[in-house]
Nanobody
Framework: QVQLVESGGGLVQAGGSLRLSCAAS????????MGWFRQAPGKERDVVAR????????YYADSVKGRFTISRDNAKSTVYLQMNTLKPEDTAVYYC???????WGQGTQVTVSS
């Protein structure tokens, strides 16, 4: 059983930055494709970014390209999401997940004020 714990969310003004972290335990982190998702009130949960096992390949939703960066540290079993130039529409609960294994963290709230 894999456990994922997100941290780093909070309240920030538009144009600001936050760095989310997701620490994994209980599995073989270095063999998992990892992803960040978000869910805004009244909306579906959507993928924000994914990262390959090695970290060499990444994918971003169009809405965050050029502003967000996903990375991982396999030695620390942690995946990160650096979020820059935040916009009010980035407000959501952010979740990390193991892709294809349906393991999810509890989520961390990100609120961007205008």
């Amino acid at each position: 059983q894999v456990q994922l714990v997100e941290s780093g969310g909070g309240l920030v003004q538009a144009g600001g930055s936050l760095r989310l972290s997701c620490a994994a335990s209980g599995g073989t982190f270095s063999s998992y494709i990892m992803g960040w998702f978000r869910q805004a009130p009244g909306k579906e949960r959507d993928v924000v970014a994914r990262i390959s096992v090695s970290g060499m390949t990444t994918y971003y939703a169009d809405s965050v390209k050029g502003r967000f960066t996903i990375s991982r540290d396999n030695a620390k079993s942690t995946v990160y999401l650096q979020m820059n130039t935040l916009k009010p529409e980035d407000t959501a609960v952010y979740y990390c997940a193991v892709i294809n294994y349906d393991y999810w963290g509890q989520g961390t709230q990100v609120t961007v004020s205008s």
